[in-house]
Each structure stands twice: as structure tokens, then as C-alpha cells.
């Protein structure tokens, strides 16, 4: 197995890291290799585009259905005879 050292860690960030491994009974160590494991293990890229993100995110609230406009044919062009 291999080791990482973490220099520069911010203290309050160390202190999450403590809380949240005493509350799943683990070491900080062990809750460390977890959460690394967790973060890497995950798909890089995002499922689908912004859209479809976007989609994802509020289809649980039921969504939203906009009124679409009426589209007329718009005017005529001028004429610079």
C-alpha cells in the first residue's frame, strides 16, 4: 500500500475530518482513505449537459411548465427599391 502525506492542512479542516470519523467510529486515517476512495471512484464527467443537469436538479420539485408564446410570422421585410 502506498502513503500520502497531507502537509498545509487547514485546522478546521482537520477538525471535520476528526468530528466526522468519531461519529462513523473510525479512525481519521481510515475516514481519510474512505472519502479518497469515495471521490475517485465516481464518474469524472457529468451525466448529460447543462440541460439535462438542469433537468435532473428540479425534476424532483415537479418540474416547470412555461406558457410558450405564440409565434406569429413576424412582418414583412423592407422593400429599399
Known amino acids: ?17 476528526r468530528v ?20 475517485t471512484s465516481q464518474r469524472s464527467e457529468p451525466h448529460g449537459g447543462v440541460g439535462s443537469r438542469i433537468h435532473q436538479r428540479f425534476a424532483k420539485d415537479g418540474g416547470v411548465e412555461l406558457e410558450l408564446p405564440r409565434r406569429d410570422l413576424g412582418r414583412e421585410p423592407p422593400d429599399f427599391k
Not at 1 to 17: C, F, N, W
Request: overall charge positive; proline content about 0%.
Open 1 to 17: 500500500m502506498a502513503s500520502l502525506i497531507i502537509r498545509d492542512l487547514d485546522a478546521a479542516v482537520k477538525e471535520r475530518l
Open 20 to 39: 466526522r470519523a468519531a461519529r462513523n467510529r473510525r479512525s481519521m486515517e481510515e475516514e481519510a482513505r474512505i472519502i479518497l476512495r469515495n471521490a
